[in-house]
């Protein structure tokens, strides 16, 4: 027999497969009985052996070898028309899945895959009644060949329900968009938001006091020494400190995107794109130009400084009984890398705008009315109980929230044409959203008294991955590009997922 | 296949705007008043009580203006649900559902029959009584963009679900 048809037969898992049910096994049952597990360890010391603890370890035995079994009853094959998988230990499930619904097959890898040689498959098909389908661990060659074998006979399929319409190319090619080079990968850290570690740091010593009342130890005491330490706080000591957390978040960064991104490599092969990245676990992305269904770019602060870009694709993610929503970002972008994504999902000429429109200024004046109102009255108030420091702290705020609310009016803006919307703004950084008419969902125009007084309304799109708002605007305008969005989605027959 | 692409002028695309709805039903009204009026029984008698028995230990006249204003807001509360119903309006198009509500904060949806995922109708136990039900339909656009019609008579709920539901189907066989 040939190699190439080793396929048509039923087909185990490899070996390994076994580590990674029992691990998931594992986890599962760490997720139901982590506080009895919890409980084991502090009881610690106290007595040797419990009875609890023979009951637990009996569980897990006990759950060994059914898992054990479940390897052995774990089969896949390939037919003309469908993969098939066929598994269970109990019960006997067999999953036939047409080669015309998958959409795609992807490989994800974590270092204990690695260590091994070997790769989980998972295989991602349209429509909201499927699960979503996994094969736990088979070797790479073995997995890459089966990729492909599925994919030609998708092809055959796909070409056979095709003809009148005639697909004339299907050439899978791949073709590369970006790959980083260690360095980039460093300069790319270098740029990511810091404001996420340092909010995860304050709430990484707020645990730590929880955890340090638990055990009887008083947190006041640690305040004291603080505070002992403090009563020398100098200029210099508090700029160190500074200094100190903002190294400690950059590493972080820098040590959190070499994990994730890692020898990222990202290009387009037929009509989907794809990105491999990780250090530890290899993950691969696909997204298909028609599940896509928002395209995002932007800048952050850092990023800005340096010019990057990132991309993120948000995908409506079938196959799944929940309505979820996947996305995946691809950082260290440039203009160039962009414009090519435009072009290669929505054609040429996709995202250009004669005109681009601003929100009203009511959407400022309206959000700063209230930021007044609120801090104000707390101003007012500590005045009243003649409070010094207080209000000016409270004042510098309020001018500084007022002037982020004045940024983010003036670079909100959006633009219609004959297919896309557009919709742009941020406050420090700059997100863009690119969203062509058909895959809205449908439609909101929402209008408080404030905005029905002035004749405003704020136009709400909603899509299968998430919501756009534009808001503040004429209501007239608001009108019509529903009306238009509307008749782009009721005249398509496209795919929308 | 029957294949045209002829030019839509802008000002062609149909509009949203000046098209008749239709109100929900009057005894709606009712349901509504009896869900609210259960609501102010529950809270009223609670008031009552608490006033009553002076837990937070206030003056007379404080209790007689904490009363003022619990009757003001039940009267405004009314009023909103008896002046909010009217303008809970419906309209079907060939190929959408439009809803909107809203006194104070408006409301306007419009949802496309092919992008919808499913439509359901419900009964509540008041509803039962009126012989009412409310229509659910969904999208994939999330929970949010969900849209609920209450205050349907139940055989228009059902019909306008079969409605719906053959247009989403026959628009997929296009």
Not at chain 1, 148 to 154: H, N, Q, S, Y
Not at chain 1, 475 to 496: F, G, M, Q, R
Not at chain 2, 116 to 145: C, M, N, W
Request: net charge positive.
């Amino acid at each position: 027999m040939k190699k190439s048809d080793v396929f048509s037969l039923p087909q185990r898992q490899s070996k390994f497969a076994i580590i990674f049910i029992i691990l998931r096994l594992v986890k599962n049952l760490f997720k139901q009985l982590w506080p009895f597990v919890i409980a084991i360890f502090i009881g610690r010391g106290n007595s040797s052996f419990d009875t609890l603890e023979i009951a637990l370890s009996g569980v897990g035995i006990f759950g060994i070898i059914p898992s054990v079994i479940s390897y052995y009853k774990f089969y896949f094959q390939l037919s003309e028309k469908e993969l098939i998988i066929n598994k269970g230990l109990f019960k006997k499930v067999k999953l036939n899945i047409p080669f015309e619904r998958i959409q795609s097959v992807n490989f994800r890898q974590t270092f204990i895959h690695r260590f091994f040689k070997v790769t989980e498959v998972e295989i991602e098909t349209a429509g909201s009644s499927e699960q979503e389908t996994k094969i736990d661990a088979i070797e790479i060659p073995m997995a890459e060949l089966l990729r492909k074998r599925i994919l030609e006979k998708k092809e055959a399929v796909d070409l056979k329900g095709n003809e009148e319409i005639g697909i004339l190319d299907i050439q899978q090619e791949k073709e590369s968009i970006l790959q980083l080079s260690q360095r980039e990968l460093i300069k790319v850290g270098l740029v990511q938001n810091h404001f996420r570690p340092i909010g995860l740091m304050i709430g990484a010593f707020g645990s730590l006091f929880f955890y340090l009342y638990t055990f009887d130890y008083d947190p006041r005491d640690f305040f004291k020494q603080i505070y002992n330490y403090g009563e020398q706080l100098t200029v210099l000591n508090i700029s160190a400190l500074i200094l100190l957390l903002i190294i400690a978040s950059v590493v972080f960064s820098i040590i959190t995107t070499v994990f994730r991104h890692f020898n990222l490599h990202f290009w387009r092969m037929g009509n989907k794109f794809q990105v491999v990245q990780g250090l530890l676990t290899r993950q691969e992305f696909a997204a298909l130009d028609n599940k896509i269904q928002i395209l995002n770019w932007g800048q952050n602060p850092f990023e800005r400084l340096v010019g990057f870009y990132n991309i993120i694709f948000r995908q409506a993610k079938s196959g799944d009984e929940k309505k979820t929503v996947s996305q995946f970002k691809i950082p260290g972008c440039n203009l160039d890398h962009v414009s090519f994504v435009k072009e290669a999902w929505l054609g040429k000429d996709s995202g250009s705008f004669e005109e681009y429109h601003q929100v009203s200024h009511h959407y400022f004046f309206h959000k700063a009315m209230y930021q007044c109102l609120f801090f104000g009255g707390i101003i007012i108030g500590l005045i009243y109980f003649k409070m010094i420091i207080g209000p000016i702290v409270l004042g510098v705020l309020l001018a500084l929230i007022l002037w982020l609310s004045w940024i983010n009016y003036r670079k909100k803006r959006f633009a219609v044409n004959d297919r896309e919307l557009y919709i742009g703004g941020g406050t420090l950084g700059l997100r863009h959203a690119l969203l062509p008419m058909y895959k809205v969902q449908d439609i909101k125009i929402i209008e408080n008294p404030y905005q029905w007084r002035r004749g405003l309304a704020t136009l709400i799109i909603h899509t299968a991955a998430g919501t756009i708002r534009i808001p503040y605007i004429p209501k007239e305008t608001a009108l019509d590009i529903l009306d238009k969005l509307i008749y782009h989605v009721e005249i398509s027959n496209k795919p929308w997922i | 296949m029957d294949f045209t692409n002829e030019q839509i002028k802008p000002e062609d695309i149909p509009s949203v705007q000046n098209i008749e709805f239709s109100g929900l039903d009057q005894n709606y009204l009712t349901v509504e008043l009896i869900a609210k009026g259960l609501f102010w029984l529950v809270l009223g008698i609670g008031a009552i009580v608490f006033i009553y028995i002076n837990v937070w230990d206030i003056a007379q006249w404080q209790q007689y203006a904490l009363f003022i204003f619990l009757i003001i807001w039940m009267v405004i509360s009314f009023a909103l649900t008896v002046f909010g119903f009217r303008k809970k309006k419906y309209a079907l198009r060939e190929r959408d559902i439009i809803y909107q509500s809203g006194l104070i904060w408006r409301n306007f949806t419009v949802l496309p029959f092919n992008r919808v995922q499913h439509a359901e109708v419900q009964q509540g136990p008041i509803d039962r009584i009126f012989e009412l039900s409310r229509l659910k339909i969904y999208t994939a656009g999330g929970s949010s963009s969900d849209l609920v019609i209450a205050g349907l008579p139940l055989e228009r709920a059902q019909n306008l679900k079969h409605f719906i539901l053959h247009q989403t189907s026959g628009n997929e066989e296009e």
